[in-house]
Protein backbone atom coordinates (compact mmCIF):
# COMPACT_ATOMS: atom_id res chain seq x y z
CA UNK A 1 0.00 0.00 0.00
CA UNK A 2 1.63 3.21 -1.11
CA UNK A 3 0.50 5.27 2.18
CA UNK A 4 1.83 2.77 4.69
CA UNK A 5 3.84 4.09 7.47
CA UNK A 6 3.40 7.69 5.74
CA UNK A 7 2.18 10.41 7.37
CA UNK A 8 -0.34 12.37 6.05
CA UNK A 9 -1.77 16.16 7.11
CA UNK A 10 -4.77 17.62 5.22
CA UNK A 11 -4.94 21.36 5.48
CA UNK A 12 -8.67 22.57 6.23
CA UNK A 13 -11.39 21.12 7.48
CA UNK A 14 -13.87 21.37 4.96
CA UNK A 15 -16.51 18.99 3.68
CA UNK A 16 -13.42 17.97 1.43
CA UNK A 17 -10.81 17.59 3.64
CA UNK A 18 -13.26 15.48 6.17
CA UNK A 19 -14.45 13.13 3.19
CA UNK A 20 -10.98 12.37 2.45
CA UNK A 21 -9.72 11.87 5.56
CA UNK A 22 -12.92 9.38 5.95
CA UNK A 23 -12.20 7.42 3.10
CA UNK A 24 -8.58 6.78 3.85
CA UNK A 25 -9.09 6.09 7.51
CA UNK A 26 -11.16 3.32 5.90
CA UNK A 27 -8.15 1.83 4.40
CA UNK A 28 -6.23 1.84 7.48
CA UNK A 29 -3.87 5.40 6.76
CA UNK A 30 -2.69 7.40 9.15
CA UNK A 31 -4.31 10.60 8.77
CA UNK A 32 -4.69 14.30 10.77
CA UNK A 33 -6.95 17.34 9.25
CA UNK A 34 -5.63 20.95 10.22
CA UNK A 35 -8.56 23.27 10.86
CA UNK A 36 -7.75 26.67 11.36
CA UNK A 37 -10.97 27.43 13.84
CA UNK A 38 -10.15 27.11 17.17
CA UNK A 39 -13.20 24.61 17.28
CA UNK A 40 -16.61 23.18 16.30
CA UNK A 41 -18.78 26.52 17.30
CA UNK A 42 -16.24 28.96 16.39
CA UNK A 43 -17.86 30.38 12.81
CA UNK A 44 -21.53 30.33 11.66
CA UNK A 45 -22.05 27.99 8.85
CA UNK A 46 -23.43 29.15 5.46
CA UNK A 47 -26.36 27.94 3.60
CA UNK A 48 -27.12 24.64 2.57
CA UNK A 49 -25.67 22.38 0.20
CA UNK A 50 -27.18 19.95 -2.69
CA UNK A 51 -25.42 17.05 -3.42
CA UNK A 52 -25.25 14.78 -6.69
CA UNK A 53 -25.48 11.34 -7.21
CA UNK A 54 -22.27 11.13 -9.15
CA UNK A 55 -20.29 13.33 -7.25
CA UNK A 56 -21.14 14.16 -3.30
CA UNK A 57 -23.35 11.04 -2.70
CA UNK A 58 -21.20 8.62 -4.70
CA UNK A 59 -18.17 9.93 -2.19
CA UNK A 60 -20.34 9.36 0.98
CA UNK A 61 -21.99 6.09 -0.54
CA UNK A 62 -18.04 4.97 -0.37
CA UNK A 63 -17.47 6.48 2.93
CA UNK A 64 -20.12 4.46 4.39
CA UNK A 65 -21.89 7.58 5.48
CA UNK A 66 -25.28 7.38 2.93
CA UNK A 67 -27.62 6.45 6.29
CA UNK A 68 -26.27 9.23 8.77
CA UNK A 69 -27.08 11.60 5.33
CA UNK A 70 -30.78 10.05 5.10
CA UNK A 71 -31.13 11.15 8.70
CA UNK A 72 -29.71 14.79 8.10
CA UNK A 73 -30.71 15.73 4.78
CA UNK A 74 -33.84 18.15 4.60
CA UNK A 75 -36.69 16.77 2.45
CA UNK A 76 -38.16 19.62 0.81
CA UNK A 77 -35.32 21.72 0.63
CA UNK A 78 -34.23 21.36 -2.83
CA UNK A 79 -38.31 22.82 -3.67
CA UNK A 80 -37.45 26.14 -5.28
CA UNK A 81 -39.20 29.47 -6.68
CA UNK A 82 -37.47 31.54 -9.20
CA UNK A 83 -39.08 35.09 -8.96
CA UNK A 84 -38.85 38.71 -10.67
CA UNK A 85 -37.42 41.52 -8.67
CA UNK A 86 -40.61 42.52 -7.34
CA UNK A 87 -40.83 38.74 -5.73
CA UNK A 88 -43.55 37.79 -8.67
CA UNK A 89 -42.92 34.14 -8.69
CA UNK A 90 -42.81 32.75 -12.35
CA UNK A 91 -41.62 29.15 -11.62
CA UNK A 92 -42.28 27.30 -8.53
CA UNK A 93 -41.00 23.60 -8.03
CA UNK A 94 -43.49 23.36 -4.74
CA UNK A 95 -46.43 22.86 -6.69
CA UNK A 96 -44.58 19.94 -8.93
CA UNK A 97 -45.17 16.67 -7.64
CA UNK A 98 -41.56 15.01 -6.37
CA UNK A 99 -41.09 11.75 -7.04
CA UNK A 100 -37.22 11.34 -7.26
CA UNK A 101 -35.28 9.88 -4.82
CA UNK A 102 -32.21 7.91 -4.02
CA UNK A 103 -30.41 6.31 -6.76
CA UNK A 104 -32.34 8.75 -8.78
CA UNK A 105 -29.38 10.19 -10.83
CA UNK A 106 -31.60 13.65 -10.92
CA UNK A 107 -32.04 13.79 -7.13
CA UNK A 108 -30.47 16.47 -5.22
CA UNK A 109 -31.37 16.41 -1.71
CA UNK A 110 -29.93 19.21 0.44
CA UNK A 111 -28.31 19.37 3.90
CA UNK A 112 -27.28 22.24 5.92
CA UNK A 113 -23.13 22.64 6.04
CA UNK A 114 -23.07 22.21 9.73
CA UNK A 115 -25.12 18.85 10.08
CA UNK A 116 -23.02 17.53 6.86
CA UNK A 117 -19.92 18.74 8.50
CA UNK A 118 -20.76 17.29 11.77
CA UNK A 119 -21.86 13.73 10.22
CA UNK A 120 -18.27 14.00 8.74
CA UNK A 121 -16.70 14.86 12.19
CA UNK A 122 -18.37 11.80 13.98
CA UNK A 123 -17.07 9.08 11.40
CA UNK A 124 -13.18 10.04 12.05
CA UNK A 125 -11.20 8.26 14.81
CA UNK A 126 -11.17 10.54 18.03
CA UNK A 127 -8.52 13.00 17.55
CA UNK A 128 -8.34 13.25 13.65
CA UNK A 129 -9.24 16.99 13.75
CA UNK A 130 -6.28 18.93 15.12
CA UNK A 131 -8.37 22.73 15.98
CA UNK A 132 -7.06 25.73 16.55
CA UNK A 133 -4.37 25.40 13.94
CA UNK A 134 -3.94 27.82 11.04
CA UNK A 135 -1.14 27.62 8.63
CA UNK A 136 1.80 29.51 8.87
CA UNK A 137 4.67 27.72 7.13
CA UNK A 138 6.08 24.73 5.67
CA UNK A 139 9.96 23.74 4.39
CA UNK A 140 11.05 20.27 3.05
CA UNK A 141 12.31 17.57 5.60
CA UNK A 142 13.87 15.02 3.69
CA UNK A 143 11.52 13.62 1.90
CA UNK A 144 8.70 14.94 4.08
CA UNK A 145 7.03 18.81 4.90
CA UNK A 146 7.71 20.32 7.86
CA UNK A 147 4.57 22.56 9.01
CA UNK A 148 4.35 25.13 11.21
CA UNK A 149 0.94 26.93 12.50
CA UNK A 150 0.30 30.20 13.74
CA UNK A 151 0.24 28.90 17.31
CA UNK A 152 3.94 27.81 17.03
CA UNK A 153 3.47 24.80 16.95
CA UNK A 154 4.80 22.59 14.34
CA UNK A 155 4.42 18.68 12.88
CA UNK A 156 5.59 16.85 9.73
CA UNK A 157 4.03 15.10 7.55
CA UNK A 158 4.98 12.42 4.13
CA UNK A 159 1.62 13.84 2.37
CA UNK A 160 -0.01 17.24 2.51
CA UNK A 161 -3.33 17.95 1.03
CA UNK A 162 -4.13 21.25 0.34
CA UNK A 163 -7.88 21.40 1.21
CA UNK A 164 -8.12 24.59 2.71
CA UNK A 165 -9.95 26.58 0.41
CA UNK A 166 -10.42 30.08 -1.76
CA UNK A 167 -7.21 31.47 -0.36
CA UNK A 168 -5.17 28.06 0.02
CA UNK A 169 -1.92 28.91 1.58
CA UNK A 170 -1.02 25.37 0.14
CA UNK A 171 -1.86 26.28 -3.47
CA UNK A 172 1.32 28.21 -3.71
CA UNK A 173 3.75 24.81 -2.66
CA UNK A 174 1.99 23.38 -6.28
CA UNK A 175 1.42 25.78 -8.69
CA UNK A 176 2.02 29.81 -9.33
CA UNK A 177 -1.16 30.08 -11.25
CA UNK A 178 -3.55 32.77 -9.67
CA UNK A 179 -7.19 32.52 -9.80
CA UNK A 180 -8.60 35.69 -12.52
CA UNK A 181 -11.68 37.81 -11.34
CA UNK A 182 -15.02 36.98 -12.69
CA UNK A 183 -16.59 40.08 -12.32
CA UNK A 184 -19.35 39.58 -10.38
CA UNK A 185 -19.34 40.80 -6.23
CA UNK A 186 -21.43 38.92 -3.35
CA UNK A 187 -22.63 40.22 -0.71
CA UNK A 188 -23.40 37.13 1.84
CA UNK A 189 -25.57 37.27 4.92
CA UNK A 190 -27.76 35.39 7.79
CA UNK A 191 -30.66 36.33 9.21
CA UNK A 192 -31.46 34.38 12.72
CA UNK A 193 -35.13 33.50 13.46
CA UNK A 194 -36.46 34.33 9.79
CA UNK A 195 -39.70 33.86 10.17
CA UNK A 196 -39.81 36.98 13.48
CA UNK A 197 -36.93 39.02 11.36
CA UNK A 198 -37.97 38.51 7.67
CA UNK A 199 -41.54 37.31 7.28
CA UNK A 200 -42.14 37.75 4.03
CA UNK A 201 -39.00 36.19 2.61
CA UNK A 202 -39.19 33.37 4.65
CA UNK A 203 -43.28 32.82 3.52
CA UNK A 204 -41.83 33.38 0.25
CA UNK A 205 -39.04 30.34 1.20
CA UNK A 206 -41.56 28.04 2.14
CA UNK A 207 -38.69 26.03 3.82
CA UNK A 208 -36.94 25.90 0.39
CA UNK A 209 -34.94 27.97 -1.46
CA UNK A 210 -35.39 31.18 -3.86
CA UNK A 211 -33.36 32.92 -6.92
CA UNK A 212 -34.70 36.35 -7.75
CA UNK A 213 -32.94 37.61 -11.07
CA UNK A 214 -33.44 41.32 -12.03
CA UNK A 215 -31.48 44.67 -13.57
CA UNK A 216 -28.37 42.18 -14.31
CA UNK A 217 -28.65 41.06 -10.23
CA UNK A 218 -29.59 38.49 -8.00
CA UNK A 219 -30.25 37.41 -4.83
CA UNK A 220 -29.98 33.59 -3.39
CA UNK A 221 -32.04 32.87 -0.34
CA UNK A 222 -32.02 29.25 1.37
CA UNK A 223 -33.96 28.31 4.12
CA UNK A 224 -31.76 26.57 6.95
CA UNK A 225 -32.77 23.83 9.61
CA UNK A 226 -32.01 26.00 12.68
CA UNK A 227 -34.61 28.49 11.49
CA UNK A 228 -32.57 31.13 10.13
CA UNK A 229 -31.80 31.72 6.18
CA UNK A 230 -28.76 32.78 4.37
CA UNK A 231 -28.49 34.93 1.03
CA UNK A 232 -26.40 35.87 -1.66
CA UNK A 233 -26.81 39.19 -3.07
CA UNK A 234 -24.62 39.36 -6.45
CA UNK A 235 -23.94 42.29 -8.87
CA UNK A 236 -21.42 43.30 -11.00
CA UNK A 237 -18.81 45.61 -9.43
CA UNK A 238 -14.76 46.09 -9.37
CA UNK A 239 -12.75 43.56 -7.45
CA UNK A 240 -11.73 46.65 -5.45
CA UNK A 241 -15.62 47.45 -4.47
CA UNK A 242 -15.56 45.94 -0.70
CA UNK A 243 -12.63 48.84 0.41
CA UNK A 244 -13.81 51.62 -2.53
CA UNK A 245 -17.61 50.96 -1.01
CA UNK A 246 -16.68 52.35 2.26
CA UNK A 247 -19.02 50.07 3.87
CA UNK A 248 -19.06 49.05 7.14
CA UNK A 249 -20.79 44.97 6.42
CA UNK A 250 -21.40 45.06 10.88
CA UNK A 251 -23.45 47.58 10.15
CA UNK A 252 -27.29 46.37 9.30
CA UNK A 253 -28.72 50.00 8.46
CA UNK A 254 -25.75 51.02 6.67
CA UNK A 255 -26.28 47.66 4.54
CA UNK A 256 -29.71 48.43 4.62
CA UNK A 257 -29.32 51.94 2.82
CA UNK A 258 -26.61 50.35 0.56
CA UNK A 259 -29.33 47.52 -0.67
CA UNK A 260 -32.23 50.80 -1.07
CA UNK A 261 -29.89 52.33 -3.49
CA UNK A 262 -28.07 49.74 -5.37
CA UNK A 263 -30.96 47.57 -5.58
CA UNK A 264 -33.36 50.56 -6.10
CA UNK A 265 -36.73 49.41 -7.80
CA UNK A 266 -36.40 45.95 -6.09
CA UNK A 267 -39.84 44.82 -3.50
CA UNK A 268 -38.93 46.06 -0.39
CA UNK A 269 -40.00 43.28 0.97
CA UNK A 270 -36.16 42.37 0.31
CA UNK A 271 -35.28 44.95 2.49
CA UNK A 272 -36.13 42.52 5.36
CA UNK A 273 -33.05 40.97 4.90
CA UNK A 274 -31.42 43.68 6.54
CA UNK A 275 -33.30 44.56 9.35
CA UNK A 276 -31.57 42.25 11.82
CA UNK A 277 -28.72 40.43 10.12
CA UNK A 278 -25.78 39.09 11.65
CA UNK A 279 -22.37 40.30 9.72
CA UNK A 280 -22.60 40.36 6.16
CA UNK A 281 -19.10 39.43 4.34
CA UNK A 282 -18.68 40.18 0.72
CA UNK A 283 -17.13 37.73 -1.66
CA UNK A 284 -15.40 38.83 -4.61
CA UNK A 285 -15.97 35.70 -6.87
CA UNK A 286 -13.54 34.21 -8.56
CA UNK A 287 -12.30 31.44 -10.76
CA UNK A 288 -9.25 29.33 -11.81
CA UNK A 289 -8.04 29.60 -15.55
CA UNK A 290 -9.24 26.87 -17.68
CA UNK A 291 -6.15 25.91 -18.86
CA UNK A 292 -4.33 25.88 -15.55
CA UNK A 293 -1.74 22.52 -15.38
CA UNK A 294 1.42 21.90 -13.59
CA UNK A 295 3.67 18.70 -12.87
CA UNK A 296 2.94 16.36 -10.20
CA UNK A 297 5.00 16.03 -7.24
CA UNK A 298 5.55 13.35 -4.62
CA UNK A 299 4.02 14.44 -1.32
CA UNK A 300 2.15 17.36 -2.23
CA UNK A 301 -1.07 18.03 -3.84
CA UNK A 302 -4.67 19.94 -3.78
CA UNK A 303 -8.40 19.41 -3.71
CA UNK A 304 -11.27 21.35 -3.90
CA UNK A 305 -11.38 24.88 -4.09
CA UNK A 306 -7.69 25.25 -3.58
CA UNK A 307 -7.58 23.19 -6.95
CA UNK A 308 -10.16 24.93 -9.23
CA UNK A 309 -11.49 27.57 -7.57
CA UNK A 310 -15.36 28.64 -9.31
CA UNK A 311 -18.15 30.45 -8.56
CA UNK A 312 -21.30 29.24 -7.14
CA UNK A 313 -23.63 29.65 -10.18
CA UNK A 314 -24.04 26.19 -11.18
CA UNK A 315 -23.60 24.46 -7.45
CA UNK A 316 -20.96 22.40 -8.06
CA UNK A 317 -18.21 23.53 -5.16
CA UNK A 318 -18.87 21.15 -2.64
CA UNK A 319 -19.89 18.14 -4.99
CA UNK A 320 -16.37 19.05 -7.02
CA UNK A 321 -14.53 19.21 -3.67
CA UNK A 322 -16.28 15.72 -2.27
CA UNK A 323 -15.64 14.06 -5.88
CA UNK A 324 -11.80 14.80 -5.59
CA UNK A 325 -11.72 13.39 -1.99
CA UNK A 326 -13.06 10.05 -3.35
CA UNK A 327 -10.77 10.05 -6.67
CA UNK A 328 -7.56 11.02 -4.81
CA UNK A 329 -8.55 8.42 -2.01
CA UNK A 330 -8.69 5.81 -5.30
CA UNK A 331 -5.85 6.79 -6.56
CA UNK A 332 -4.08 6.78 -3.08
CA UNK A 333 -4.87 3.70 -2.50
CA UNK A 334 -4.92 1.76 -5.33
CA UNK A 335 -2.07 -1.53 -6.13
CA UNK A 336 -2.09 0.13 -10.30
CA UNK A 337 0.42 2.64 -9.05
CA UNK A 338 4.05 2.56 -8.53
CA UNK A 339 4.44 5.07 -5.83
CA UNK A 340 2.91 8.16 -4.65
CA UNK A 341 3.50 10.78 -7.60
CA UNK A 342 2.01 8.40 -10.28
CA UNK A 343 -1.21 8.40 -7.94
CA UNK A 344 -1.20 11.78 -7.73
CA UNK A 345 -0.32 12.88 -11.23
CA UNK A 346 -3.46 10.40 -12.31
CA UNK A 347 -5.82 12.31 -10.23
CA UNK A 348 -4.22 15.56 -10.62
CA UNK A 349 -5.04 15.06 -14.62
CA UNK A 350 -8.52 13.88 -14.13
CA UNK A 351 -9.02 16.55 -11.91
CA UNK A 352 -8.23 19.20 -13.80
CA UNK A 353 -9.97 18.10 -16.78
CA UNK A 354 -13.41 17.51 -14.95
CA UNK A 355 -12.82 20.87 -13.23
CA UNK A 356 -11.81 22.70 -16.60
CA UNK A 357 -14.98 21.76 -17.61
CA UNK A 358 -17.34 22.72 -14.87
CA UNK A 359 -15.56 25.97 -14.94
CA UNK A 360 -16.46 26.80 -18.37
CA UNK A 361 -20.06 25.65 -17.68
CA UNK A 362 -20.13 28.00 -14.16
CA UNK A 363 -18.57 30.55 -16.03
CA UNK A 364 -21.21 30.58 -18.52
CA UNK A 365 -23.46 30.49 -16.11
CA UNK A 366 -22.29 33.45 -14.11
CA UNK A 367 -22.38 35.41 -17.28
CA UNK A 368 -26.20 34.73 -18.30
CA UNK A 369 -27.15 35.38 -14.94
CA UNK A 370 -26.11 38.79 -14.75
CA UNK A 371 -26.78 39.51 -18.02
CA UNK A 372 -30.17 41.94 -19.07
CA UNK A 373 -31.82 38.38 -19.97
CA UNK A 374 -31.10 36.83 -16.99
CA UNK A 375 -34.28 36.12 -15.31
CA UNK A 376 -35.74 33.97 -19.25
CA UNK A 377 -32.78 32.45 -18.97
CA UNK A 378 -32.85 30.65 -15.87
CA UNK A 379 -36.47 30.32 -16.36
CA UNK A 380 -35.94 28.13 -19.41
CA UNK A 381 -33.71 25.90 -17.52
CA UNK A 382 -35.96 24.77 -14.85
CA UNK A 383 -38.59 24.75 -17.56
CA UNK A 384 -37.04 22.53 -19.74
CA UNK A 385 -36.21 25.07 -22.41
CA UNK A 386 -32.72 25.98 -21.25
CA UNK A 387 -31.28 28.12 -23.29
Same mark, same amino acid.
Given at each position: ??????????????? +?? &????? /??? %???? @? $??????? *???????????????????????????????????????????????????????????????????????????? +?? &????? /??? %???? @? $??????? *??????????????????????????????????????????????????????????????????????????????????? /?????????????????????????????????????????????????????????????????????????????????????????????????????????????????????????????????????????????????????????????????????????
Amino acid at each position: MLLQDKKIAIIGGGP +GG &LTLAR /LLQ %LHGA @T $VHVYERD *ANLHEREQGGTLDLHHESGLAALRQAGLLDAFRAAYRPGADHMHITDQHATILHDDHAEAQTATFGDAHFRPEIDR +GP &LRDLL /LDS %LQPG @T $VVWGRQF *AAMQPAGPAWEITFRNGTTTTADLVIGADGANSKIRPFVTPIRPFYSGVMVVEGTVHAAAQQAPQVSQLLQGGKLFALGQEKT /LVVSAKGDSSLNFYLGFKAPETWPHDSDLDFQNAAQLQAWFRQEFAGWASLWEELFAAPAACVPRPQYCMPLTQTWPAQPSITLLGDAAHLMPPYAGEGVNMAMLDALELSNCLTSPEFSDLQAAIAHYEQHMRQRAAAVAQDTMEQTVALHAPEGLAHLVGLFSGVGQ
